[in-house]
């Protein structure tokens, strides 16, 4: 007999969580809204299913947490490309789609572009 956790409620609040993080204040640093728009429709990184186990749900979690640590570094260095795209490949495994490539983000990192984006969390929320 094996006895299997399955996630906790808070564990599927914290991956929700992570991605609307990643819609707010990773996205907006790379991409155009039209783009964040798109991969909103495209289901980019929205759990398809929920997690069998406790374990999957920290994988998940691990793996979005360290997407997010790799993309807010200030210089995107290739060392960082392994370490990428094995989080990407085990996002996959567990459903959810993130069909980008370390090279995109860094192609836009080293143009240094700021953009102003609607899905950017508002650094004033205090309206006048």
Do not use: W
């Not at 299997?4 to 204040?25: D, H, K, M, W």
């Not at 997010?68 to 960082?80: H, R, T, V």
């Not at 980008?100 to 990192?109: A, G």
């Amino acid at each position: 007999m094996k006895i299997v956790f399955a996630p906790t409620p808070s564990q599927e609040e914290e991956i929700n969580g992570l991605v609307r993080y990643f819609y707010s204040n990773i996205f907006p640093l790379y991409f155009t809204d039209e783009e964040i728009c798109q991969f909103q429709q495209l289901k980019v990184l929205h759990p398809s299913k929920d997690f069998n186990t406790l374990k999957d749900a920290f994988q998940v979690m691990t793996c979005i947490q360290t997407l997010i640590s790799i993309l807010e570094f200030s210089q995107l260095d290739e060392q960082y490309s392994t370490l990428f795209n094995k989080n990407v490949d085990n996002l996959l495994e567990f459903g959810l789609f993130f069909p980008f490539e370390y090279d995109q983000f860094v192609e836009v990192k080293s143009m240094k572009i700021n953009m102003l984006s609607i899905y950017s969390k508002a650094d004033n929320e205090l309206l006048v």
